[in-house]
């Protein structure tokens, strides 16, 4: 006798909740992207628009000026791809030895691993201060240099934290089939515990990714050569400098263009890969923050 799905007949307390947490949902998706729909529409606007305050989340005057004001800039494509170098080689380095130092804090059987992890937490909340840091880097020769850019944010504990609660949950018994296999601790730790961290690690791609893509503060302290900028320090002077023009009356008028609405273009133009990126690691970024919580 063939199957019959059943239908069960929700109730109306069940059909309340359900259109009530339907609003709500809507609500809060149109809190979330209004403002970077009215950024969007703010960096297509025209000045004259913008300044009455006509613009909500469609352009109004429609005019790509200022896409074409920086794009034209031969400084900005080369400031984009020092960041995409800079993301990727330094993303890359972060989870390599965030990795390498979270995985033996996760072993209760390494001696001294709670004076280690005491030791590693430390230095979340304690830091050598600014002066001592550009010293050592410039005592380093690492000023004007990408490691000068990199080095800074390469580990961060919270991170490392991150990931030794993550590896503390895989399954020992792997590990151990793994030892009688005959693989070394090394191959251990990349052909079986790496394969199985795949959300823990898609989340670090994300933070470290994100987080070098927006850095502009190490490029401030370390990095006075401007053909070795990142895209977020460049538009940064870009801002600061229509911000701080002279008089607008001896301005041109693209230039005042650019000063209207230099600062949502700014943002569209840095946000825009990352938003990219984001819809092919969220399942994984998920996981990673729900697996990955803190349990000691």
Known sequence: MANKSVKVKESTGY??????????????????????????????SSETAIMQGQVSIFPVGFNIGTYKSVLAKGDFLLSYKNTLIYSVVGTVLSLVFSSCLAYPLSKKELKGQKILTKFVIFTMYFGGGLIPNYVLMRRLHLINHMAGFIMPSLISTYYVILMKSFFAETPHELEEAGELDGLS???????????????????????????????????????DKKDMWPVAYYLKTIITGASTSADPGEASAEKMQI??????????LMTLPIICVYPFVQKYYVQGMMLGGVKE
């Open 185 to 223: 601790p090394i191959g251990i730790f990349v052909r079986i515990v790496i394969p199985l961290s795949m959300p823990i690690i898609a989340t670090m791609i994300l933070f470290n990714a994100v987080g070098y893509w927006n850095n502009w503060y190490n490029a401030f302290l370390y990095l």
């Open 259 to 268: 000063a209207a609405n230099i600062k949502s273009c700014s943002m569209v």
């Open 15 to 44: 059909i309340v909740f359900k259109t009530i947490n339907t609003i709500i949902m809507i609500l809060i998706c149109a809190v979330t992207l209004y403002p970077f729909l009215y950024l969007v529409a703010q960096s297509f």
